[in-house]
């Protein structure tokens, strides 16, 4: 409720309680929808207010929720004071600011007399102030302290987007912090962003409520934009009419998300576009080049394609880029090998993209993605470890994108350009795009008229991506036929690192397809040719599957033994592929055949290599064996937390067999913690690619499942399991692994560890963060430290991640809050 004075309504007149009625309306229902998440702002500007400090400026970039602040003080005053409330917001920024302020107080007086009629009414009155988006206006910070010096009991509180160096304090205001990948319910009904969402969503639809159903669809939304306020309340009003699923995906794809936001108010824009473009417009130009030429990149980018694209030299590169993730313009992803990587809002880029004006060149950015598609490439040729493909796969969507491109354009680079993804991003989830593009080239290219190489590399992508689809067992003719036409145009003595790729993507066809006789051939094939033309690494990686094969004909201690040998040749070479396929079957073979003092990687020290190289197939490797390890312990809960990892790793992988095995995987967590019903209903998703599956699992499994059918059958009756099994059997492969993942998650036990306790910090990153902390910039950081400013910015982010911050102001913040540095006095 506004707090104006009877005597000040009788002495001012109708104008001005017509004006204060006017706003006070738009205002009703929205305080505390826009103050979720704000309770400390909203303290600390009430306890300035009662202070002696006359001129307050609320600062942070538009979208923010700066206005939400004045509301909550013309709702619930600090003292007695009379709040006096003028947005300026839409005001011409030729305007004269006391003429407006003094119209929408309804003085009516004219130019040059406007602050002084403003100074006569307010005289020696207790006032407050409220100057809401000042920053549309240009007005002297001398001009402020006069009308102050003249009214003695008068305050004065700003909202502008930068920062207000002569004001007597400044309440920052930073977008709301968002929710981590895969939170808990619990635990992101705690995230600020999440609980705006959620109650932005229920004023909308009453029948909202955040629940496993909609939770990953929520984290997504939130993340998406950013956490920015304005974003989330538009995109909350959305879900009467769409499903929080349907908005997320919108926002991802970036148009229609702009679209999605946009929301007109007196008949002037004020969406998320709006605000984010006045946002920009703010920044130095510099600062707004370098943001506009990374609009270019589709998704991610490393701190190397910044400095690449954006011409600057890496010092000012790395302060630029600080700029940006304090104004929540750009977001710290992961480091990616000690590369510092970033990502940008998708709307964001939406905005950027639509700019008048000619973008900066795409050239430099073009030359980026050329340069990396080639190197990953032929690192993949020469058996490099993934970490020398970490660039191709941070600009997978970039790459993937310019295939498109090309192949629309029919541009002759097309075919070469489609075949170096398909090495470059082998083993991930984007292997499906790159084999509709090479379909499109089989369909479309006279493939005899190139290289026989090319050729060859056509047939062998292609055999690959069938293989690796959802109906790769059903395609398994057609994938042999393909795969053996490219392996026949392959000389191996003049090409043979191609031909150690061709007989590795059999290795790997014949594991998806559940075909091993084929695998342990390839493999015993590729073994021989690598040790003929002394390619240690190549010779590692496939002995490890000759070993599997052997364990799979029953001879575990051979197995051992030749795997035993593959790792300690893997790690002279220093292979992580071969390490991590080594330790796996060595945790897996029976343990009284491993040798007691055999120098064996832990699953652990696995799972954190398999992490580090960013090696997502064989980090899901690892997790199957731990799963089945917490199984062999009696540890369900532990289990079921590890398979919802698996599972949150293969879902761009749906109907595959990774998500098969997990799904089988399920069922045994099911039975063991007695979820008949659960279990029955996921046996019965499994049925039709049982055969398939289990063919691709250990011997036992197959036993083990015989025996689980068997108990459920006991426990549920015949009809009643039949009943149930049904009901899985109807689901989709993408249903029937969403509902996994919800019952894994419900059923897990939660990781110890816990974000934000900084302990992680080495102790070159506390260095870092005490520097961070005085104010240094990322190249004065860089040359006291005398280190390069790329490793100042892997520094910053690994400080971001560990901390659970998103910026260099709220770092700082955090380590002064947690005594990781000594607060100095002033």
Request: negative net charge; hydrophobic residues 50%; charged residues 25%.
């Amino acid at each position: 409720m506004w707090r104006i004075g009877q005597m000040t309504h009788l002495r001012w007149g109708a104008g001005f309680v017509g004006s204060a009625l006017r706003c006070r309306h738009t205002f009703e229902g929205e305080d505390a929808m826009g103050l979720v998440g704000r309770e400390r702002k909203v303290a600390l500007l009430r306890a300035l207010l009662v202070s002696s400090r006359r001129l307050v400026a609320v600062t942070g970039p538009a979208g923010v929720g700066k206005s939400a602040l004045l509301r909550a003080i013309v709702t619930a005053p600090p003292d007695d004071s009379e709040i006096w409330t003028v947005d300026l917001g839409g005001v011409p920024a030729s305007a004269e600011v006391w003429v407006e302020v003094a119209a929408r107080l309804g003085l009516g007086a004219r130019a040059g007399e406007s602050r002084a009629r403003i100074a006569e009414r307010i005289g020696a009155s207790a006032v407050t102030l409220l100057l809401d988006h000042l920053d549309s206006l240009t007005v002297a910070p001398a001009e402020l302290r006069a009308l102050l010096d003249a009214c003695p009991r008068l305050r004065i509180v700003i909202t502008v987007r930068g920062t207000f160096e002569s004001a007597d304090a400044e309440v920052p205001v930073r977008p709301l912090g968002i929710p981590e990948e895969r939170m808990p319910i619990d635990r992101a009904l705690g995230c600020a962003s999440i609980a705006l969402f959620v109650d932005a969503a229920a004023r909308s639809d009453a029948g909202f409520a955040l629940d496993g159903e909609n939770l990953d669809s929520v984290i997504r939304i939130c993340r998406l934009v950013g956490g920015l306020p304005l974003a989330l309340q538009l995109a909350a009003a959305r879900i009467r009419v769409f499903s929080s699923e349907r908005v997320a995906n919108d926002l991802a794809d970036g148009g229609p998300a702009l679209e999605l936001l946009r929301t007109t108010r007196d008949g002037r824009e004020v969406g998320v576009g709006h605000a984010l473009a006045a946002t920009v417009g703010a920044l130095s130009e510099d600062d707004r080049r370098m943001l506009r030429s990374l609009a270019h990149f589709e998704r991610a980018f490393s701190f190397a394609g910044v400095v690449d694209v954006s011409g600057q030299a890496p010092g000012d590169a790395a302060d630029a880029l600080e700029r940006l993730l304090d104004l929540r313009l750009l977001d710290s992803a992961p480091p990616l090998f000690g590369e510092p990587v970033f990502m940008m809002l998708p709307i964001l880029r939406s905005v950027l993209r639509e700019l008048p004006g000619d973008p900066p060149t795409e050239d430099a950015y073009r030359r980026r993605l050329a340069r990396v598609v080639r190197e990953a490439a032929d690192a993949h040729a020469q058996a490099e470890p993934p970490s020398h493909r970490a660039f191709a796969h941070v600009l997978h969507q970039d790459l993937l994108h310019e295939g498109d491109l090309l192949l629309e354009r029919h541009d002759p680079r097309a075919h070469s350009w489609v075949l170096d993804c398909a090495a470059a991003l082998e083993g991930t989830a984007e292997v499906t795009r790159i084999s509709g593009q090479l379909e499109h080239l089989i369909a479309t290219a006279d493939l005899d008229s190139l290289p026989l190489t090319q050729q060859a590399q056509t047939w062998i992508w292609s055999a690959y991506g069938l293989a690796m689809s959802a109906d790769g067992a059903a395609l398994a003719d057609l994938v042999d036929e393909r795969w053996r036409r490219g392996f026949r145009l392959i000389d191996a003595e003049r090409t043979p690192l191609l031909a150690l790729q061709a007989l590795m993507v059999a290795v790997i066809m014949g594991i998806t397809t559940g075909d091993m006789p084929a695998t342990v051939r390839a493999a015993r094939t590729g073994s021989r040719l690598a040790r003929e033309h002394a390619c240690a690494t190549w010779g590692a990686r496939f002995d490890v599957w000759v070993a599997a094969g052997i364990h799979a004909d029953g001879d575990a201690p051979g197995a051992v033994r030749l795997a035993m040998d593959a790792l300690r040749h893997a790690q002279r070479v220093g292979d992580p592929y071969s390490i991590l396929t080594a330790t796996i079957l060595l945790r897996t073979v029976p343990p009284d055949t491993v040798p007691a003092d055999a120098a064996v990687p832990t699953l652990a020290d696995a799972l954190r290599l398999a992490r580090d190289e960013r090696d997502a197939v064989m980090e899901w490797f690892i997790l199957a064996v731990m799963t089945r390890a917490e199984l062999a312990a009696e540890l369900p809960a532990r289990a079921a937390r590890r398979c919802a990892e698996r599972l949150s790793i293969g879902r761009a992988w749906w109907g595959s067999y990774l998500s098969a095995i997990s799904l089988v995987h399920t069922v045994f967590i099911a039975v063991a913690m007695e979820d008949w019903a659960f279990a029955a209903r996921m046996l019965g998703a499994i049925e039709a690619d049982r055969e398939r599956v289990l063919r691709s699992m250990a011997p036992a499994s197959a036993l083990e499942l015989a025996q689980v059918r068997a108990l459920l059958t006991a426990r549920l009756g015949e009809s009643g399991f039949a009943a149930v099994a049904a009901e899985g059997g109807i689901l989709s492969a993408v249903d029937a692994t969403a509902q996994a993942l919800r019952w894994l998650r419900e059923h897990s036990e939660e990781s110890p560890t816990a974000p934000g306790s900084g302990d992680g910090l080495t102790a070159r990153e506390r260095e870092v963060l005490v520097l961070l902390a005085e104010g240094l910039s990322n190249k004065q950081i860089a040359e006291r430290l005398f280190i390069t400013p790329k490793t100042t910015m892997h520094h910053s982010s690994a400080i971001y991640r560990k901390l659970d911050v998103r910026s260099r102001a709220e770092a700082t913040a955090f380590a002064h809050r947690h005594g990781l540095v000594e607060t100095r006095a002033e």
